[in-house]
T-cell receptor, first 118, second 114 residues
Framework: DSGVTQTPKHLITATGQRVTLRCSPRSGDLSVYWYQQSLDQGLQFLIQYYNGEERAKGNILERFSAQQFPDLHSELNLSSLELGDSALYFC?????????????????FGEGSRLTVL | GNSVTQMEGPVTLSEEAFLTINCTYTATGYPSLFWYVQYPGEGLQLLLKATKADDKGSNKGFEATYRKETTSFHLEKGSVQVSDSAVYFCALPLTSGSARQLTFGSGTQLTVLP
């Protein structure tokens, strides 16, 4: 158990709909990362938050947005869903936002939320 | 940004066989390198890491050596077990410097048969 909790584990919805995925990081971790895993694109970095603020953006579509709340949990909002958005969405957390001598650089991943768009 | 190229899979081996999964990288400077493993139905977890050239990371019988001359970080295990069946990902920071977000290889599915 990594200590990172993601809900829901499975979600089936229709094209054009909007969904929200939730992530609770490990206790004490300030950084949250969202990744999308699909068969054709592999594991893609979407976005990172650190202590409530956006820190880095990756290949995140404009239809997607995220935020991190004062209690450090994070939500990934996916709207105007398309068939191609079907994927496994992972949340990961870490203590800090950057590598330095005081940390291992390790990310702790949740078990993922599997989204199916029909 | 930095990138990683990973050996195509899937790989199927018999128990006690020798395993090598190739990983090469392109990066500015000498970033830390990682191997993550994803067991069926689970999230990724760190398997091992190396933070500088010539470092050898090791864990659970797996090893990988950070080789800057060949920009490689190949994963090896001398004798695989059925329980090693999983997907293995090579990874490094997306940008050199202090950024922590990782970029991952395409993953290699390993199946070990009894």
């Amino acid at each position: 158990d990594s200590g990172v909790t993601q809900t829901p584990k499975h979600l089936i919805t229709a094209t054009g709909q909007r969904v929200t995925l939730r992530c609770s990081p490990r206790s004490g971790d300030l950084s949250v990362y969202w990744y999308q895993q699909s068969l054709d694109q592999g594991l893609q970095f979407l976005i990172q938050y650190y202590n409530g603020e956006e820190r880095a953006k990756g290949n995140i579509l404009e239809r997607f947005s995220a935020q991190q709340f004062p209690d450090l949990h994070s939500e990934l909002n996916l709207s105007s869903l398309e068939l191609g958005d079907s994927a496994l969405y992972f949340c990961a957390s870490s203590v800090g936002s950057s590598f330095n001598a005081a940390n291992t650089g390790e990310l702790f991943f949740g078990e993922g939320s599997r989204l199916t768009v029909l | 940004g930095n990138s990683v190229t990973q050996m195509e899979g899937p790989v199927t081996l018999s128990e006690e066989a020798f395993l090598t999964i190739n990983c090469t990288y392109t990066a500015t400077g000498y970033p830390s390198l990682f191997w993550y493993v994803q067991y069926p139905g689970e999230g990724l977890q760190l398997l091992l890491k190396a933070t500088k050239a010539d470092d050898k990371g090791s864990n659970k019988g797996f090893e990988a050596t950070y080789r800057k001359e060949t920009t490689s970080f190949h994963l090896e295990k001398g004798s695989v077990q059925v329980s090693d069946s999983a997907v293995y990902f090579c990874a490094l920071p997306l940008t050199s410097g202090s950024a922590r977000q990782l970029t991952f290889g395409s993953g290699t599915q390993l199946t070990v048969l009894p």
